[in-house]
């Protein structure tokens, strides 16, 4: 199904099995690999085939980063938010402050990371299951 190197991973799609296969064989990671895939299907138009194509190797190869900086920002953000109008504004000099800024700085990263990789992979078994569907009713 997948031809690998050390950096990219080229998947290449011939029949409906091939698009089964590829819901089997996606792996849910922290650090995914990039690649691309092509599908080789007859009874799709070209330019149908190259948006399925990048529609699913965006949600194949997802890594989740937007979400996890966005997550992340508003983590910290929050934090300080709720510091300075809930807390006391003396308490921006206080080391143990900046300490717990930071931890939620990466506990918002961690948690929009995997958020965004559960929706791509939910994301991809939708649309698989979309393309599959649409190959049928074309055959």
Known sequence: MASMSTKQINIVLNDLKGLYD??????FSFFPKEGNITLKLSNIEESEKNKWQDKLAQYYFACGCKEGSLSSLLFFFGYWIYIVFFESIKNIMNWEVWILSILFLFIGALF??????VYSRFALIIAVRKLILKLSVNT
């Not at 590829?22 to 792996?27: E, F, G, T, V």
């Open 112 to 117: 929009g990371k995997t958020i965004g990789l």
């Open 22 to 27: 590829l819901l089997n064989h996606h792996k």
